[in-house]
T-cell receptor
Framework: AQTVTQSQPEMSVQEAETVTLSCTYD???????LFWYKQPPSRQMILVIR??????QNATENRFSVNFQKAAKSFSLKISDSQLGDTAMYFC???????????FGTGTSLTVIP | NAGVMQNPRHLVRRRGQEARLRCSPM?????VYWYRQLPEEGLKFMVY????????ESGMPKERFSAEFPKEGPSILRIQQVVRGDSAAYFC??????????????FGQGTRLTVV
């Protein structure tokens, strides 16, 4: 079975600063995908960034980047130049390469302070 | 492309009533997933369907819950004889066929079920 752990229930960051959200996972699979989803107060689940486990290069999407450490089973999200609109719950998720379901962490509530 | 559409957005049911939640996947998507989100928790997998087939229902309670994805029309998650513990946000997600190589799941805005 796969498990995803987010050990930071809440975090805050000053506007324009950088913040890193942690995620670790446990799996015996060798090929899989990792995701960060954002859930603002509207409850819409929005894909932030995706990483394929067989790619060593860390994924980057504008202000969002990940630090993927496959051996350590760690997948942290870095948000640079934080904006007020980044305030949301952030969920780390795992998907097997041949998987039928996402496994989600319990989320980190991020507040960007003006 | 209208995205994944769920309705209703909010649903209030008395204990013992039935709740029917609907999900229309994105155009061209043949995979539908239902997830449940309890307060202060992440999303938990319930069931995975393709057209007219239940592929994996390992996350769905054995009693009172059922799901379908008919050839025509939306996917339906049905909860019979609801209890207070069923109160949660229910999310639907859809994916394109795996052969496309696209693993991104698109989520609807969820249905918040409140049992009173």
């Amino acid at each position: 079975a796969q498990t995803v752990t987010q050990s930071q229930p809440e975090m805050s960051v000053q506007e324009a600063e950088t913040v890193t959200l942690s995620c670790t996972y446990d799996t015996s699979e060798s090929n899989y995908y990792l995701f960060w989803y954002k859930q603002p107060p509207s409850r819409q689940m929005i894909l932030v960034i995706r990483q394929e486990a067989y790619k060593q290069q860390n994924a980057t999407e504008n202000r969002f980047s990940v630090n993927f450490q496959k051996a350590a089973k760690s997948f942290s999200l870095k948000i640079s130049d934080s904006q007020l609109g980044d305030t949301a719950m952030y969920f780390c998720a795992f998907l097997k390469h041949t998987g039928n379901q996402f496994y989600f962490g319990t989320g980190t509530s991020l507040t960007v302070i003006p | 492309n209208a995205g994944v559409m769920q309705n209703p957005r909010h649903l209030v049911r008395r204990r013992g009533q039935e709740a029917r939640l609907r999900c229309s996947p994105m155009k061209g998507h043949s995979h539908v997933y239902w997830y449940r989100q309890l307060p202060e928790e992440g999303l938990k997998f319930m069931v995975y369907l393709q057209k007219e087939n239940i592929i994996d229902e390992s996350g769905m309670p054995k009693e009172r819950f059922s799901a379908e994805f008919p050839k025509e029309g939306p996917s339906i998650l049905r909860i019979q004889q609801v209890v207070r513990g069923d109160s949660a946000a229910y999310f639907c997600a859809s994916q394109p066929p795996f052969e496309t190589g696209n693993t991104e799941a698109f989520f609807g805005q969820g249905t918040r079920l409140t049992v009173v």
